[in-house]
């Protein structure tokens, strides 16, 4: 979207035709726009409408119905907070005791729609012209935030008690690794605390833990088991101090995974019982908490499952019933498959070099049973575990011991 059709789509009759376009179908987008255009609207118009009508479809899964009400840009909504997530961002300055935010890199405005929402008073910096524009349509209906179209690195902070930051980490379509071709750079964001030590940062949830700052609360964050960001949190947005944490959010519910240390498991033998670790959880370095709340072990030094012998669930992992376990080989596995009549097959893979479609094309599967299987290593050797997931009655009952 040019600024053309973004000044066309914010006129009175731009606003009531985004807002009267049917639910977005991909199918339909082609001859819809060509009766738009027939009709005598303006193709920059329909053009414009129509990329906002499927990036708002696309955004009903971040923001859910605050979506329909915005506008975005594809880069924008790339890194834009889930709403969810934004809200615990929120929560944590409001807790703290902050009354006026800064955010450096606001983007379309949707950590900034949370930091509004809970009360707080908030100075948005977005440095490119159009993400700004549209950052302060979709902030039109929260007076606490105000947009400015700048670099936000170069804020006036002296009334300031509050900062966040979501660095952009894409250039030209491509994702950024290096912290110091971060767009602002990690260095210039970090050095913000120096003048407000309230300092929160979203970062890519890949960066290793050696490269974290020593007095950081650095907390993944997984949604519904997609891990979504590492958040950084300095001062007063950190009161449990540095260190390591899990959120994980799944099914309308936060939990977290904060050890004052990380617990060290010890390995074993396979049990009754495997548990699969939240993504968060895993990057957090913490799988050895999880296998102290089920009184487990690991089934490999490396491999961050863990098995247990008597059923005992967490929300930070999820568990499977063992069923039957062999040396992976493909000849047996796939005689043991078509034996029970398994036609739709679950792959689940660590610490193996198997690529699952290429292995279910492999196994040539024939019938009407499901089936899940884990290929990993026990005992140093390449192994599947035949499993199936607890249901939900017996983790309720299990969690109630």
């Known amino acids: 979207m040019d600024a053309d059709g973004l000044s066309r789509l914010l006129s009175p009759d731009g606003w009531a035709l985004l807002s009267a376009l049917p639910p977005y179908d991909e199918r339909l ?113 929260f007076p606490e935030a105000r947009v400015l179209h700048t670099d936000g690195t170069t804020l006036d902070l002296a009334d300031v008690d509050g900062v966040y930051a979501d660095p952009a980490r894409r250039a030209g379509g491509s994702r950024v690794h290096d912290p110091a071709a971060y767009q602002p750079p990690l260095d210039l964001v970090l050095a913000v605390r120096e003048r407000v030590p309230a300092l929160g940062l979203k970062l890519g949830p890949g960066i290793a833990h050696r490269d974290l700052p ?20 300095f001062g007063p ?20 995974l904060a050890p004052d240390e990380p617990a060290h498991a010890h390995v074993g033998a396979l049990g009754a019982y495997l548990a699969e670790p939240d993504g968060a959880v895993i990057r957090a370095g913490l799988v050895g908490d999880v296998a102290l709340e089920v009184q487990g072990r690991l089934v490999d030094p490396t491999i961050a499952y863990v098995t247990s012998d008597e059923l005992r669930t967490t929300p930070f992992a999820t568990t499977y019933r063992v069923l039957d376990q062999m040396p992976f080989g493909l000849k047996r596995l796939r ?36 089936a899940t299987i884990v290929l990993t290593r026990l005992a140093g050797h390449q192994s599947v575990i035949v499993v199936e997931p607890v249901a939900p009655s017996d983790a309720a009952a299990a969690g109630e011991r």
């Not at 020593?214 to 949190?233: C, T």
């Not at 078509?338 to 024939?366: C, F, H, M, N, S």
């Open 29 to 141: 987008a082609m001859p819809l726009a060509e009766r738009l255009r027939a009709e005598g609207l303006h193709p920059s118009l329909v053009a414009a409408a129509l990329t906002q009508s499927r990036l708002r479809a696309r955004a009903r899964t971040k923001l859910g119905d605050f979506a329909d009400g915005m506008l975005f840009t594809p880069a924008g909504l790339e890194q834009a907070t889930r709403l969810e997530v934004a809200a615990h961002h929120a929560r944590r300055y409001r807790d703290a005791g902050l009354t006026h935010v800064a955010d450096l890199t606001c983007g379309i405005g949707a950590d900034v729609m949370a930091f509004a929402g809970v009360g707080l008073r908030v100075t948005a910096a977005e440095i490119d012209e159009m993400t700004a524009a549209i950052a302060t349509v979709n902030l039109r209906h």
């Open 335 to 370: 005689t043991y498959l078509r034996e029970r009549g398994v036609g739709r097959l679950t792959i689940k893979k660590r610490g193996t070099a198997v690529v699952p479609e290429q292995l279910r094309r492999q196994l040539d599967l024939r019938g009407t049973q499901e």
């Open 237 to 256: 947005l950190a009161p449990e101090g540095p260190g390591r944490s899990a959120l994980v959010l799944a099914g309308g519910q936060a939990h977290v």
């Open 214 to 233: 020593a007095d950081a609360r650095a907390q993944w964050v997984s949604v519904d088991g997609d891990v979504v960001e590492l958040g950084l949190w």
